[in-house]
């Protein structure tokens, strides 16, 4: 069974930083992009970082320059360090990976 766990969500003051984790089970992610997404309450899931297997890595304009996605194949795990949070950025932060998707872990950052 394929598990993508998310961890290291909460709560945060405004310009704070929090690193969040993915952890993958059941298979290996080596070959394939895994991405980070968030989905604010009453709004839609939108992208913020991917991570290509061949090492691109790319990031939702608005998080360029505080957000650093990662990888460590080794032990199929995926990172996002997330620096200079915004109350806007409050959300529920999954993972995925080819098909699969985390439950998400829940990141509320206070003014």
């Known amino acids: 069974q394929v598990q993508l766990v998310e961890s290291g969500g909460g709560l945060v003051q405004a310009g704070g930083s929090l690193r969040l984790s993915c952890a993958a089970s059941g298979r290996t992610f080596s070959s394939a992009n895994m991405g980070w997404y968030r989905q604010a309450p009453g709004k839609e899931r939108e992208f913020v970082a991917i991570?290509?297997?061949?090492?691109?890595?790319y990031y939702l304009e608005s998080v360029k320059g505080r957000f650093t996605i990662s990888r460590d194949n080794a032990k199929n795990t995926l990172y996002l360090q997330m620096n200079s949070l915004k109350p806007k950025e409050t959300a529920i932060y999954c993972c995925s990976a080819m098909e699969y998707w985390g439950q998400g872990t829940q990141v509320t950052v206070s003014s």
């Open positions: 991570s290509g297997y061949l090492g691109s890595t």
